[in-house]
């Protein structure tokens, strides 16, 4: 069995192949940004695919391990050592917020690139995001892209729209200002650093940790850099394959995934806006009985079980929440 440095050399001769000179650079052009719990594979197929497009260019890889177990850290560990251009940052506990703040807090580029651990980008990537960033306005702070769903072979299953929006579809044509449609996934996403630390990053009551669904990070992010009068785009000439776990392809999970996104709805409502707080609890209070009584009868019909999770996770929140004010 080879050793554990064997391995590590191996990976690089192969994602190094055909490369001649790796620089480190003086002047940081873009920031790549992995967050990870426990998916080194999926952080070694990254690496594999992004490393030919940045070695010997101005771009930096930052690796934030979110509190990986210690089999995770330590093949991370192996990766990144194995790359001038690349860093690791190690964080005690699990959360996509604070891992997203640490990437952010080390990153010397003025555009970070957000990609998440279970994105397969295209080989010419980093060439579209480094154009993007040239030609956006300056009053846009960030801008996302198009992540298309990558099923397991055999799929049977095939997702309702609402499903693939939990799934964190989208496929959106053009390039264009989205600041009054959002549809914006911060795991694929160009981001103006200074504008994101202007509102201290991402606010950590907020996304997903080891034990939640948790979301709503990138809504309240959004909301907030808008209320601060920056322009969100969208790009159809940045794209990624989202691999798709099987388990997501159950109905269970998805209800799981929509009763959660309810309970974050509560939460961000409750840190930024408590007037809209107050219409969603009367219009959960009102929807809630007809669905629950619908989906007794046709709950794989019109979405009705999905939504009905959705206004659960609402109810459980606002009964947690110990006011609401205008």
């Keep these: 069995m080879p050793s554990q440095d064997l391995k590590t050399q191996d990976f690089k001769k192969q994602v190094c192949n055909n490369i001649e000179t790796e620089v ?53 560990r192996e990766m990144t050592s194995a790359f001038p251009q690349s860093k690791l940052i190690r964080l005690d506990s699990p959360g996509v917020s604070a891992a997203r703040n640490a990437g952010l807090h080390v990153a010397k580029a003025a555009w970070i690139a957000y990609i998440d651990d279970d994105e397969i980008p295209p080989a010419d990537w980093i060439f579209q995001l480094k154009q993007l960033a040239a030609r956006l306005p300056l009053d846009c702070a960030a801008c996302g892209g198009n992540v298309i769903p990558l099923f397991p072979a055999g ?71 808008i209320a601060r009068g ?60 007809v669905l629950a009584a619908a989906a007794m009868i046709i709950w794989d019909f019109w979405e009705v079980d999905m939504r009905l999770a959705f206004l659960q996770g609402v109810d459980m929140a606002l009964s947690n929440t110990a006011s609401i004010t205008d």
């Design 24 to 76: 480190r650079p003086q002047v940081c052009e873009l920031s790549i940004v992995i967050c990870s719990h426990n998916r080194p594979r999926g952080v070694e197929e990254l690496i594999g695919i992004l490393y030919p497009q940045i070695a010997g260019h101005a771009v930096e890889l930052i690796v934030v391990d979110s509190a990986s177990n210690i089999e995770a850290a330590a093949r991370l």
């Design 155 to 225: 799929t049977t299953c095939k997702p309702t729209p609402r499903w693939l929006d939990y799934l964190s579809t989208i496929d959106r044509e053009g390039e264009f200002d989205q600041t009054a449609s959002l549809r914006f996934p911060i795991g694929h996403s160009l981001v103006r650093a200074a504008a994101l630390r202007d509102i201290g990053g991402f606010d950590l009551r907020l996304g997903r940790d080891d034990s939640t669904l948790m979301s709503g990070e990138e809504v309240l992010l959004l909301r907030q850099l």
């Design 230 to 289: 920056w322009k969100i785009w969208h790009s159809g000439w940045i794209e990624v394959g989202h691999k798709i776990p099987v388990e997501r392809l159950k109905r269970q999970w998805v209800r799981k995934r929509a009763f959660w996104e309810g309970v974050t709805t509560v939460r961000m409502l409750t840190i930024q806006s408590p007037k809209e707080l107050r219409r969603l609890a009367f219009q959960t209070a009102i929807k809630k009985p």
